[in-house]
């Protein structure tokens, strides 16, 4: 599994931005903790370390902050599963599962009581946002498949790669609603990907006793 500590690691970036990324991550630990609708500018500020009101010089109203705060996690989350799907001395299975872990199981089992509004938000204040990003992780997912033999598997089979990469996202989406903490989720996550992945080990099993 990659370690994911390395992967989600940011960047480094000029201060300015440092100090508007350490904002966006306050903001993402409230949001993650409280929710949207009971998080306040006030907790974000005093979790960042800045007043109310320098917070509000940056943005405007808690929706604003939100949307940036969900691009900023969205930004991340993508970046850490592309990294997972480029680990070339991982096998696919692997990959596969620690790109689904740093997309969709990166908050599962860390969320507060109160979070369960946030997908209502996401939904509601940028749903664009959210489309565009799956879209990009499901696009990431069937390009790792794509090249490698699962190409030709599915091919066999009369399947193309990108709907099998939609359902495997599906399957993650589904787990990070139904699984309590993230050993859980890897669980999950690991059963679907070897189920998906069984036909290549089968095959490079054979391959070994030749």
């Not at 994911?4 to 690691?9: A, G, P, Q, V």
């Not at 997972?84 to 596969?96: F, G, I, V």
């Not at 209502?120 to 997912?141: I, N, Q």
Request: hydrophobic content about 45%.
């Amino acid at each position: 599994m990659p370690n994911m500590t390395t992967l989600l690691s940011p960047p480094l970036l000029s201060q300015a931005d440092s100090k508007i990324c350490a904002l966006l991550e306050a903001a993402v630990g409230v949001f993650s903790r409280f929710g949207f609708r009971k998080a306040s500018m006030e907790d974000v500020a005093r979790a960042a370390g800045v007043s109310r009101q320098g917070l509000y010089i940056s943005f405007a109203s808690k929706e604003e902050l939100f949307r940036s705060a969900l691009t900023h996690s969205l930004r991340n989350q993508l970046a850490a599963a592309t990294a997972a799907l480029s680990r070339a001395e991982d096998n696919l299975e692997t990959r596969l599962i620690g790109a689904c872990v740093c997309w969709s199981g990166r908050f599962v089992g860390s969320l507060g009581a109160d979070a369960s509004d946030l997908m209502c938000a996401s939904s509601s204040l940028a749903v664009k946002t959210l489309s565009d990003y799956e879209c990009r992780f499901e696009a990431a997912l069937a390009s790792a498949l794509g090249a490698s033999p699962m190409d030709r598997a599915c091919a066999g089979a009369g399947l193309e790669i990108a709907d099998l990469a939609r359902a495997l996202h599906a399957t993650a989406r589904g787990l990070k609603q139904s699984c309590k903490t993230q050993d859980e989720f890897v669980k999950g996550m690991t059963a679907a990907v070897r189920m998906i992945c069984l036909p290549l080990n089968q095959s490079n099993q054979k391959g070994s006793k030749l």
